[in-house]
Structure formats: C-alpha cells, structure tokens
C-alpha cells in the first residue's frame, strides 16, 4: 500500500535565503561540554545533556547531572555510537533520566560482549532494554515490564517477530524504533507511552495492512500513528485517541480540517507540517505543548485558538502560515521560542501577550510583513532574541517593556516603517543592526546610560535627524550611523576615543561635528561623503586617518586645538 505520509518536513526558517540578515541562516551550534570523564551535547536553554561520543574503559557511571559553569543539567540521552568499540568497557550503570538510548552506543564493548550479561536472550542496563537477541524471540516478544526505554535498535536482527507488547513502563517510543521490521503486524502500546517518535513504525507489516487505517488514519491501539491519501478533508479523529505520533499528518495535501481529541494533551513536532489546504484545527483547552514544526507551512491556516493550559509553543511552530492573521496566547505562556512565527505574512496583530511571558526567541517574529505594532508587552519580558521582528515591514510603532536590558542584534532590522521606538531607560546596549534601514525612524530618545551603540546599529536610518549620544560611549563602532542622510548636527560624548570606520559615512547633510577632549582616534572613512562638511576642530594629539574624511577630500579644513588640562 502507497502511503502519501512525507518522512521529512523541511524547516523555511533556517534553510533558505535571507537578505535582511544573512545570505544563509548558519547551522545550529552544538554546544559541547566535558564533565568528570565525559564529553556530553548539552541544550543550555532546557538545561539538558546527550553523552556525546567518548573512549573509556572499566566501569561506567553515568550520572543525573552534570554542572557546567555553575549549571545543572539533567542526561536524557546516549548518543548514536558513543561508546561503540570501547573493548574494554566492562560495566555500565545509566540514571533514571535517560530518555533515549540507541544500541549502536554499546555495541563492541566487554560489556555487550559478555554472555552473563545477557539474560534469556536480553541485554539490559538498569530498567533500559539494548539488545534483544533473535532466538529469544522467534514470533511474539514482550518487553519486560518496568521497563522504562527500548533503545533505537534493540529488536533490529529480531526478523522472525510479529508482535511486540509494549508495557506502561516506557514512556517514549523513539523515532525509527521499529522501522522496516516486516513482519510486524501486531502491537500493543501501554497506556504508559506518551510520546511516538517519527516514522517509529514505518515499513513494518502493521503499516501495510489496510484494516489497520480507518478513513486513511493509521492507528495502534489509541494512538494516531499516520494518514495517508485515503484521509477525508474534513476528518474526525476516533474520540478515544490519547497521543499523535510526530509528523502523523506531514505533508497532507487533502486534510482540511480536523478536530483533536480531548484526550490528547501534546501536539507533537512536525504533526500538520506542510498541510497546505489545512484550515480549520480545534484544540482542546489542555493541551499543554504544541511542538517544533507542529503547523509549519499550513498555509490555508487563517486564524487559531491556542489552547489556556499551553505551557510550551516550540521552535517554527507556525513558520509559514502565510495566511495567518491575528494571533492570542493564554495566559502561562513564558517563552515564544526560535521562529515561531516566521513568515507568517498576514499577520497582522498580536490580539493578547502571555502574562507571564519573559523572552521571544530569535527570528520568532521575522518577515511578518503586515505587522503594524508591538505595544503592550508583559514587563517580565527580559530578552528579546536577535532579529525577533526583523522584515516587519508594515511596523510602524514598538513600545518596549522597561525590564528590558539589550536591544539585541538585528532586532528590527529592514522595519521600513518604523517611525516611533521607545527605548527602555535601562538599556545598557544597542546591538549589531538593530535599527539598519529603519527608513522613516526620525526622533530617537536613547539611554542616558548607553554603553554601547554595535555596528550598523542605525546604518541607513535616512530619516534620522535627533539624537543624543549617551556620555559613556568610549567607542562609537563601524559604520553606526552609515547613510544616515538627514543628520546635520553631532555632538561627540565627551568620552568617546575612538570613531571607526564608516562609522558617519554618507551622512550628507551633516554640517557641525563637536569633538571632545578624550577623542583620540578617527578611523577611515568615517566621515567619507558627508558633503557639507566643511570645517572640523579635533583635540591635539588626535590620530586621523589620511582617508578619515574622504580619501584625496581637499574641502575640509581640520584644525587641531590645545587639549585644557
């Protein structure tokens, strides 16, 4: 049986073209950190670790929690081959946490080697199943009650087996667990499991068995676990479905509509990514997580309620939703994370902010065209991610919230219209490109207590005239105020040394700039172009570039004036 489910949904957010911000978005780091013995994969914003791969021998206690730089995190995970090949690894002990194991981490080890080790064809560590040898197991398998996690592999070379019982015990089915095991047709999840990973069960016979999708739904037991080109647009989902395996409807291109079952409390990564003419989902009220990539690119979608218990929007979560207009979060929301709503192209206005609300993420916001303005955001917000509303190009007012410390990197960057920001009185920072292309920004109030103004900051701000630069800015860094055309007046702070390059660079209107003692370096081109420039008076002693103020600009009379002691 062709089924029309897609195995990959591609992420818009960071694989394609960005001119306001990058040619191409970078890969996600990886953040390694080594404790004790160990090399761990850690994710410093849910404060978890993977064990990476290592060389190690003897006995192996993997702990709880590792502490990096005066941080807990918590192991979930032994990564893909991280022990693989350690001969002489004898013993392993795993802690209680662990979530996901694969059984290529431990293959070649002393330990996997050894016959003792194995029990009635099994290999166990602690309560997590490794390895399941095929004798033990010709047709049905039960995996042992208490059994918390099955690693990615252990019923690999099980060819002969046609049920597998699943205990309440295991909380998580991982991806590809039983993928391409052909001759299992039967299974029975615990009521336990709470999360299927994707394509756990592709290619098994159970897949293939028409009787087992009713109206193009896969099921097992009380799981969606797939649809496929059977699927009705106008679905109705069994009432006493309990969880939906990721990507169950990715790349459906008939589902139009679907209610989810009350029962369901988390909508899984990737569920309805690449759903185009999906346009009508109902959620229930307590649902608590609406995963990465859950309707990435349903581009039917126009208006969603998310539901008052949510406690976690992942990454993308609605990148694409082209049609998608207004938008209101319940209340316990903390965080809006990495993209969430990227792209979203008709969205217009954020209805309600979560009350409890304290940072948006990076890009989560970003090339939302017809967003017209951020006020009234949560006074918990304390970080707002690098290019959250970068691209917005209908933006034309932002209130900041007062709790916030940085403007951070490309914040509004290519926001056209964007005539009017009030900036917090404590802000310490304006960073990178924050402002560059803000067209119509004329009237700025910057911080008293501004330390930092980072390149390009308001590179191209045309309409820009008043400012008033804060007293603690050593450094006014390159190319800040590059093209800023309607600038004509410029009081250097009084301990500002060093102007780098470009840093005034196509300002023509520019007429009187008034140095100050502490200045002491002017670097190139810095005031190149700024055409009714005529006269400068500098501090003695202050080094200028040859090319500071044009290269070969004979119009410009500098003059160097004693410094008072």
Known sequence: MQTFLKTICIAAFFGVAMPILAAKQPQQQVVRAHYEDLTYIINEKQHTAVVDVNKVDGVLDIPEIIIVNDSDYTVVGIADKAFKGCKNLESITLPQTIKQVYRSAFEGTAFYKDTLNWNHGELYIDSVLISVCPDSCKTKYHVRPGTTVIAVGALMDCKT???????????????????????????????????????????????????NWKKGVFYIDTCIIAANEAIKPNVVIKPE????????????????????????????????????????????????????????????????TLPAELKELGKQAFSGCIALQEISFPKGLKEIEDGTFYRCLSLGKVNVWPEQLREIGVGAFRECSQ?????????????????????????????LPDSLAEISAHLFDGCRSLASVKVPVGVYSVDDYAFRGCIKLDDLKLPDMLFRIGEYAFANCTDLAHFRLSDYIHVIEEGAFYGCTNIEKLDIPLKTKTIEKKVFMGCKLLREVNFHSDTQSIAESAFENCNYLKKVFLPEGTEVHPNAFGKGNKTIQINFVPVKK
């Open 241 to 304: 479905s309990r969880l939906i395996a990721e990507g169950a409807f990715a790349g459906n291109k008939t589902l139009r509509s679907i209610t989810i079952p009350q029962r369901i409390t988390e909508i899984p990564d990737e569920t309805f990514c690449g759903c185009p003419d999906l346009k009508s989902v109902t959620i229930p009220a307590h649902v608590k997580r609406i995963g990465r990539l859950a309707f990435a690119d349903c581009q039917s979608i126009k208006k969603i």
């Open 371 to 399: 967003l017209l303005e951020v006020k009234k955001l949560p006074a918990k917000v304390k970080h707002l991610g690098k290019g959250c509303f970068a691209g917005c190009e209908s933006l034309q007012e932002a209130v």
């Open 161 to 211: 087996v046609t049920q597998v019982w699943i205990p309440g015990s295991v909380e998580e089915i991982a991806a590809e667990t039983f993928r391409n095991h052909k001759h299992l047709r039967k299974f029975h999840i615990g009521e336990g499991v709470k999360r299927i990973g994707k394509n756990a069960f592709l290619g098994t016979a159970a897949w293939e068995n028409e009787g």
